[in-house]
């Protein structure tokens, strides 16, 4: 194998592995968030695109040149001519196209789970995000419900104690603060709807978050099991072709 396919084979290897690590159920994408957030990390994520987009053009363009290679040495011509002429021509026509057919799925699959590993790293992060805001959001509501009940336990006690007082102005003072509470407690339950709304729809993104990244998993297992028969189809051409 030559360097550029070794180095397609290495490249291939590593990202099924740090995609396998990726999909561990026991870390959680806020601890990934905050692994992402190390310094080493945000100085990458400065060459991040174009290293991306590099690999992606260089994975482009072993992928074509493989399935030229295929079409080349699948040719009926050639291989009947190379039959007809040498067998041992057409063995080594064979090689090659076996060759030419095992770079064709290095590259494939590599292309392919480059960009896997982009939108499950993009996923973890977006996911991250609405778990924080969810937390907030939470927080916020408790203390929003917090309030209102002190407000209107405080309210309930004036109103107790205004019950049994005298009438003229101390009536209408304490009628003045009797309406200036309920105006603060129908406020504090205008807020408490507001951030109750906010958390129904930070709920509903993290749902759509999670089933998103439930998609790409088991996307990721199919293509994980087509890759394992082919791996088996390639290990006994191998051994037909040792034979």
């Not at 490249?11 to 396998?20: A, W």
């Not at 993009?122 to 959001?137: F, N, P, V, W």
Request: hydrophobic content about 45%; charged content about 25%; overall charge positive.
């Amino acid at each position: 194998m030559t360097f550029q396919w070794t180095a397609v084979a290495t490249i291939l290897y590593g990202e099924i592995g740090v995609i396998l690590v990726l999909c561990l159920p026991f870390i959680s994408p806020l601890r990934w968030q905050k692994i992402f957030m190390f310094p080493l990390w945000s100085k990458m994520a400065v060459f991040w695109n174009k290293m991306f987009l590099t690999i992606i053009v260089l994975l482009i363009i072993l992928f074509l040149d493989a399935v030229r290679e295929i079409r080349k040495y699948s040719s009926v011509h050639v291989n009947e001519k190379a039959a007809n002429v040498n067998s041992s021509a057409f063995d080594h026509i064979q090689m090659k196209l076996f060759r030419s057919q095992r770079n064709l799925y290095l590259s494939g699959f590599s292309l392919f789970l480059w960009l896997v590993l982009r939108r499950t790293v993009t996923l973890l992060t977006q996911l991250a995000k609405e778990m924080a805001s969810h937390a907030a959001l939470e927080t916020q509501v408790n203390d929003a419900t917090e309030a209102a009940k002190k407000y209107m336990a405080e309210n309930e006690r004036l109103q107790e104690a205004l019950s049994g007082k005298g009438h003229g102005k101390k009536k209408e003072s304490t009628d003045a603060t009797k309406e200036k509470l309920k105006e603060e407690v129908e406020h504090l339950k205008a807020e408490l709807q507001k951030t109750s709304d906010a958390f129904h729809k930070a709920k509903t993104e993290v749902a759509a978050v999670k089933k998103q990244s439930e998609g790409l998993r088991k996307e990721y297992d199919h293509l994980m099991k087509e890759f394992q028969q082919l791996q088996q189809s390639l290990n006994q051409a191998e051994g037909k072709k040792d034979l």
